[in-house]
Structure formats: structure tokens, C-alpha cells
Nanobody, 123 residues
């Protein structure tokens, strides 16, 4: 069993930066693909970024060049560095782990997910 807990959300102005953190329990974490998703009110979950248990990284086009996903297996954590934030980045961000299959962008393809942390970008 893996539990994921996100932190680091908050209110930031357009152009600002935030770093989200996702801390995991469970010894198998280091072998999982991990990902960040976001969901705005009234919308479907949206893929943001993913990182395999090796070094492969994947990003949504909307965040490419602005967001960076990284992981620290020793600390069992996944970070999402978000720069140049825009109002359209406003959403609840949650992390997911244990990809089942190969479609890393599908929110239902992960065995575990956290409760999320709110990011609000003011214009």
C-alpha cells in the first residue's frame, strides 16, 4: 500500500513560481512511474507531467518549458517545479503513482493518487 501526500500549493501572481512536493510511503515507490495531474472545477483531470522509474520524463504541451518534474527515490518524493505560472494553471494538483500499462497521461491508469494541493494563480 502506498500513500501519497502533496504539499506546496498556494496563491501566486502571474509569472510567479511554486514547487509542489509529493511524499510517498511504501517501499516499492522507487520502481513506480509517478505523475502529476490537475483538475479545475467543472473540468476533467488533466495530465501535467510524468517521470518513469528511470529518467524518462513527459510533459503536457501546455506546461512544457515551464514545469519540471523530478524525483528523489531516497526521500520517496516527487517534485513539480512550476515557473512562469499563468491563471490557466489554477487547479487542484495531485500526484499519482504505479502506472498500469503505458499510457502515462491517463489519470485512471495509476494505482495510487493523493488528495491534492490547490494552486491559484491571480492575474
Amino acid at each position: 500500500q502506498v500513500q501519497l501526500v502533496e504539499s506546496g500549493g498556494g496563491l501566486v501572481q502571474t509569472g510567479g513560481s511554486l514547487t509542489l512536493s509529493c511524499t510517498a510511503s511504501g517501499h516499492a515507490f522507487r520502481s513506480y512511474t509517478v505523475a502529476w495531474f490537475r483538475q479545475a472545477p467543472g473540468k476533467e483531470p488533466e495530465f501535467v507531467a510524468a517521470r518513469s522509474w528511470t529518467t524518462n520524463t513527459y510533459y503536457a504541451d501546455s506546461v512544457k518549458g515551464r514545469f519540471t518534474i523530478s524525483r528523489d527515490n531516497a526521500q520517496k518524493s516527487v517534485l513539480l517545479q512550476m515557473n512562469d505560472l499563468k491563471p490557466e494553471d489554477t487547479a487542484r494538483y495531485y500526484c499519482a503513482a504505479q502506472l498500469v500499462g503505458t499510457n502515462y497521461a491517463g489519470p485512471s491508469n495509476y494505482g495510487y493518487r493523493g488528495q491534492g494541493t490547490q494552486v491559484t494563480v491571480s492575474s
